[in-house]
C-alpha cells in the first residue's frame, strides 16, 4: 500500500465528490467519499467544523448537514444524530468560497481512495438496501370472471 499525504487525499475526495455530482450513478463514488472521510476523522487527520444547512434537502425545509475540514478541503456529508449534540450550527453555506482547484483525474483519484481505504469502494450487498420491483397490476376481461346466478326464485309483480 502507498502513503499519501493528507493533501493527496483530499485532492482525490474532491474529485471524487465533483464526479459524483453529474454521474448518472453516484452512490458508489458518494460511498467511497463517506468511507475515506470516515476514516480520516478516526485517523485525526480531517476535522468536523460544524453543521450547515443543505443546499438540496429535498422535501425537507431546512436538512443540517455536516462540514469536514481536510487539507484546506472542506466537504459535506450526512450529519449524525451525536453531532447535532456535539457541534455549533453554522448557519447557511457561503456560495461565494469554492475549494482549490485539483487536477487528478477521476481513475488516479479512486486509485488513491482505494488505496487508502483498503477496500473496492463498492457497497456490498449488505449495505444498500435494493428496491422491489413493483408488481405489474392484473387486468381481466370484462366478463372474463366466474358469473354466480343467484340461488332464489324470482317472483313477478303483478
Given at each position: 500500500?502507498?502513503?499519501?499525504?493528507?493533501?493527496?487525499?483530499?485532492?482525490?475526495?474532491?474529485?471524487?465528490?465533483k464526479?459524483?455530482k453529474?454521474?448518472?450513478n453516484?452512490?458508489?463514488?458518494?460511498?467511497?467519499k463517506?468511507?475515506?472521510?470516515?476514516k480520516?476523522l478516526?485517523?485525526?487527520?480531517?476535522?468536523?467544523?460544524?453543521?450547515?444547512?443543505?443546499?438540496?434537502?429535498?422535501?425537507?425545509?431546512?436538512?443540517?448537514?455536516?462540514?469536514?475540514?481536510?487539507?484546506g478541503?472542506?466537504?459535506?456529508t450526512?450529519?449524525r444524530?451525536a453531532?447535532?449534540?456535539?457541534?455549533?450550527h453554522?448557519?447557511?453555506q457561503?456560495e461565494?468560497?469554492?475549494?482549490?482547484?485539483?487536477?487528478?483525474?477521476?481513475?488516479?483519484?479512486?486509485?488513491?481512495?482505494t488505496?487508502?481505504?483498503?477496500?473496492?469502494?463498492?457497497?456490498n450487498?449488505a449495505?444498500?438496501?435494493?428496491q422491489q420491483?413493483?408488481?405489474?397490476?392484473?387486468?381481466?376481461?370484462?366478463?372474463?370472471g366466474?358469473?354466480?346466478?343467484p340461488?332464489?326464485?324470482?317472483k313477478?309483480?303483478?
Amino acid at each position: 500500500m502507498k502513503k499519501y499525504t493528507t493533501r493527496q487525499i483530499a485532492e482525490a475526495i474532491f474529485t471524487v465528490n465533483k464526479h459524483a455530482k453529474t454521474a448518472l450513478n453516484p452512490r458508489e463514488l458518494y460511498y467511497l467519499k463517506k468511507l475515506t472521510i470516515d476514516k480520516l476523522l478516526q485517523e485525526k487527520r480531517a476535522q468536523k467544523k460544524g453543521l450547515q444547512y443543505s443546499k438540496n434537502s429535498g422535501v425537507a425545509q431546512q436538512a443540517s448537514s455536516l462540514l469536514i475540514e481536510c487539507s484546506g478541503y472542506f466537504f459535506h456529508t450526512k450529519a449524525r444524530k451525536a453531532d447535532f449534540a456535539t457541534l455549533t450550527h453554522l448557519g447557511y453555506q457561503d456560495e461565494n468560497y469554492r475549494n482549490p482547484p485539483s487536477s487528478i483525474n477521476l481513475r488516479t483519484a479512486r486509485t488513491i481512495l482505494t488505496d487508502y481505504i483498503g477496500t473496492s469502494g463498492k457497497p456490498n450487498a449488505a449495505s444498500v438496501t435494493k428496491q422491489q420491483a413493483p408488481i405489474p397490476p392484473v387486468f381481466t376481461k370484462l366478463g372474463d370472471g366466474q358469473l354466480t346466478l343467484p340461488t332464489q326464485s324470482f317472483k313477478k309483480r303483478s
